[in-house]
């Protein structure tokens, strides 16, 4: 019994370890990865949308990808990732930082909108989820606006 624990605890120390060790440029890769697999469920439905026949099932696997994703946003921007903190392009503006609480209002917006975009999407019907789906793209425009350098 005790080895088990001696075990656990090492597997939790080695995780809080790797936790920490993760570098600046690694958070900003890792954000990138997470943004485009957003990036690309919004792109799947659009498309599917522009169908005469939107399938459904790409659009209900999408929005669950968006609305897992979308409450974790807030958490991808530490300290240290802004622009002038790390070697690897980032699109992100300072001003993630220095107006921390309007990119968590705007982060929260998105969330919500998410989980109301999946709650159409679950419901399968077709006006419901261009109606949601309009309002969740307006969220990505606003933080964008505000918060991403357009070059990037």
Not at 1 to 6: F, P, V
Not at 12 to 21: E, M, N, P, T
Not at 49 to 56: C, F, S, V, Y
């Given at each position: 019994?005790?080895?088990?624990?001696?075990l656990?605890s090492?597997?939790?120390?080695?995780?809080?370890?790797?936790?920490?060790?993760?570098?600046?440029?690694?958070?900003?890769n890792?954000?990138?990865?997470?943004?485009?697999?957003?990036?690309?469920?919004?792109?799947?439905v659009?498309?599917t949308?522009?169908?005469?026949?939107?399938?459904?099932a790409t659009?209900?696997?999408?929005?669950?990808?968006?609305?897992?994703?979308?409450?974790k946003?807030?958490?991808?921007?530490?300290?240290?990732?802004?622009?002038?903190?790390?070697s690897?392009?980032?699109?992100?503006?300072?001003?993630?930082?220095?107006?921390?609480?309007?990119?968590?209002?705007?982060?929260?917006?998105?969330?919500?909108?998410?989980?109301?975009?999946?709650?159409?999407?679950?419901?399968?019907?077709?006006?419901?989820?261009?109606?949601?789906?309009?309002?969740?793209?307006?969220?990505?425009?606003?933080?964008?606006?505000?918060?991403r350098?357009?070059?990037?």
């Open positions: 019994m005790r080895s088990i624990k001696l656990v090492g597997l939790v120390l080695a995780g809080a370890v790797a936790v920490h060790a993760a570098t600046p440029d690694d958070a900003v890792a954000r990138k990865q997470n943004f485009k697999q957003i990036g690309g469920a919004a792109k799947a659009g498309d949308l522009k169908t005469p026949a939107p399938d459904l659009i209900k696997k999408s929005a669950a990808t968006i609305a897992g994703l979308a409450p946003v807030s958490t991808w921007f530490p300290a240290g990732t802004g622009p002038d903190k790390v690897v392009k980032t699109g992100a503006k300072p001003e993630i930082w220095s107006d921390n609480a309007g990119f968590k209002a705007a982060a929260v917006n998105f969330s919500k909108a998410a989980a109301e975009f999946k709650v159409a999407a679950d419901s399968g019907n077709l006006d419901a989820i261009k109606a949601k789906m309009g309002a969740l793209g307006g969220t990505c425009k606003a933080c964008h606006d505000k918060y350098n357009k070059d990037s």
